[in-house]
């Protein structure tokens, strides 16, 4: 299974954006697609994962209420809308895919399309 992620770039604090996911194939160890983020000298973290089948959602503690994410079962794809970013937000963004739920660590995922970077400026 490949992943191809899309989107992301520079956007100033308080802006939005969007990432999409694009996966190749849809079997049963990718029913759970999730978002990952790493910044430089940091551990890769957990962002947000939505479940497959059921549409059911999670969500880091704090990208919640400002990240959303969400799937297209027509195109099988995932998205994450990101709004009221921060510098903080600022990272290197990646989509996964894997069998596991719920989903925090990014040992629960089998796959991983190659990042996009997203910078919020202050």
């Known amino acids: 299974v490949q992943l191809q992620a899309s989107g992301g770039g520079l956007v100033q604090a308080g802006g939005s954006l969007i990432i999409s996911c694009a996966a190749s194939a849809r079997t049963s160890s990718t029913n759970s697609r999730g978002w990952f983020r790493q910044a430089p000298g940091k551990e890769r973290e957990f962002v947000a994962a939505i479940r497959w089948n059921s549409g059911l959602t999670l969500y880091a503690d704090s990208v919640k209420g400002r990240f959303t994410t969400s799937r297209d079962t027509t195109k099988n794809t995932v998205s994450l809308q990101m709004n009221s970013l921060k510098p903080e937000d600022t990272a290197v963004y990646y989509c996964?895919?894997?069998?596991?739920?719920?989903?925090?660590?990014?040992?629960?995922?089998?796959?991983w399309g190659k990042g996009t970077l997203v910078t919020v400026s202050s």
């Open positions: 996964a895919a894997g069998s596991r739920w719920p989903i925090s660590h990014h040992s629960d995922m089998n796959y």
